[in-house]
């Protein structure tokens, strides 16, 4: 875990709601010239704590009305692997988490159709269960990671 100050935390907030932010406006907000800005961005990105910056897309908006969970319990390891293999190759797929309980993934997919999601459906089929969960709508779709409260 990396030791993050107050600024740190603060440049995080910033950076997670916009991070097309230039430094000297990070730096306005923070209280620190744009070179300090700078200088802590890097280290954040060199110790692993910023691992990317991407622009945030509404999947129906770019053709992909549908949207599901996956979670598929597998019958053991090897057909675990291949699940997040398929998972992997599979470019409508947007995450794979490997988890504990009565799921092994619980994979997040968007697709052009209903129909569209059977093919990839009856591939891990092959290497566990599935149960779909289709998204009817997305309350909080997304959210910046806040400071843990020391005190939970």
């Known amino acids: 875990m990396a030791d993050l100050d107050e600024i740190d935390w603060h440049l995080l ?15 306005r907000q923070v209280g620190l010239t744009p070179p300090a800005v700078a200088s802590r961005v890097r280290r954040l990105e060199s110790a692993g704590v910023i691992v990317g910056y991407s622009a945030r897309l509404d999947p129906a908006m770019v053709g992909y009305p549908v ?33 504990a309980g009565q799921s092994d993934h619980v994979i997040r997919m968007v697709a052009e159709s209903l129909s569209a999601l059977e093919p990839f459906i009856d591939t891990i089929n092959e290497s566990g269960r599935p149960t779909t969960s289709l998204v009817f709508s997305s309350p909080k ?7 843990p409260d020391p005190q939970a």
């Open 13 to 27: 907030e910033l950076l997670q709601t916009d991070a097309r932010m230039g430094f000297r406006e990070l730096g």
């Open 67 to 99: 949207e599901a969970f996956i979670h598929v319990a597998s019958t053991g390891r090897r057909q675990s692997y291949a699940i997040a293999n398929e998972a992997s190759h599979e470019h409508r797929v947007l995450e794979d988490h490997r988890v």
């Open 141 to 147: 779709r997304w959210a910046p990671i806040r400071r």
